[in-house]
C-alpha cells in the first residue's frame, strides 16, 4: 500500500511504521509525510528516511477547504491510497473525507470512547482510571469518533504521568503497526 502519514509534533509513530516497513514486517510505503505545523520534528525524522514532507500551514490558505484541496492534490499526484493520521492535531472534514472515503485512519492514547480530544492521557489520570489503551480507528468528521479497528488496554502506574506514557507510546507504535498490516490486507471488519 501506498500511503501518507499525518503528524503535528514529534513524529515517533511515523518512525515506528516506517521502521516495521524497513523489517519487513508491514508492508507498505510512506511515500509522503504531511505535516500542517512547519518544522515540527516529523519533519527531521522524515529527512533521516529521505522520505519527502509537505509542509503546509492552514493559515496560508482562505479555508479549510482550500488548504484540504491542496493536500489532495499532493496525495494524488503522490499516488497515495491510504491516510495514516500519526499525532495530527486537526480535525480532518468534507474535501479530505470525501476524496479519501474510508481510507482515513487515526491513532488515539486512550480506550475511545473514553477521553477524545486533546490530551487524553491527562484526561485518564485525572478521572483516576486503573486502565486506560490505545485506539486505532477509522476517521469521521467528529473528534476521534470513526469505527474502532484495534485496541489495547495499558496499565496506569502509579498514577505517574511519565511512566504511563511511556508505557502508552510503546503500545501505539506496536498496536499502529499491527492494525495497518491488517487493514492493508483487507483483513478489517467493522460494525
Ligand atoms: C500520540 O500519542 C497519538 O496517539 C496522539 O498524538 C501523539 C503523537 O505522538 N494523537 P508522535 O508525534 O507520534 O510521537
Known amino acids: 500500500a501506498n500511503i501518507a502519514v499525518f503528524a503535528s509534533g514529534s513524529g515517533s509513530n511515523f518512525q515506528a511504521i516506517q521502521e516495521a516497513i524497513v523489517r519487513g514486517e508491514l508492508d507498505a510505503n510512506i511515500a509522503l509525510v504531511v505535516t500542517d505545523k512547519p518544522g515540527a520534528y516529523v519533519e527531521t525524522r522524515a529527512a533521516n528516511f529521505d522520505i519527502p514532507v509537505f ?25 497515495i491510497e ?13 474535501t479530505l473525507l470525501t476524496a479519501y472515503a474510508s481510507k482515513i485512519v487515526n491513532i488515539h492514547p486512550s480506550l475511545l470512547p473514553s477521553f477524545p480530544g486533546k490530551d487524553a492521557i491527562g484526561q485518564a489520570l485525572a478521572h483516576g482510571v486503573k486502565v486506560t489503551g490505545v485506539t486505532v480507528h477509522f476517521v469521521d468528521e467528529g473528534m476521534d ?17 511519565e511512566l504511563t506514557e ?13 492494525a ?3 487493514l492493508f490486507a483487507g483483513k478489517v471488519r467493522v460494525n
Do not use: C
Request: hydrophobic content about 45%; overall charge neutral; charged content about 20%.
Open 55 to 79: 509542509a503546509v500551514s492552514p493559515k496560508s490558505f482562505a479555508s479549510k477547504a482550500a488548504y484540504e484541496q491542496a493536500i489532495v492534490d499532493e496525495l494524488r499526484a503522490n499516488n
Open 82 to 94: 491510504w491516510v495514516v493520521l500519526a499525532g495530527y492535531m486537526r480535525l480532518v472534514s468534507d
Open 145 to 161: 469518533t470513526g469505527p474502532i479497528i484495534a485496541q489495547i488496554a495499558v496499565d496506569v502506574i502509579d498514577g505517574n504521568r
Open 166 to 178: 511511556a508505557a502508552i507510546h510503546k503500545a501505539e507504535h506496536k498496536l499502529y503497526t499491527q
Open 180 to 182: 495497518l498490516q491488517q
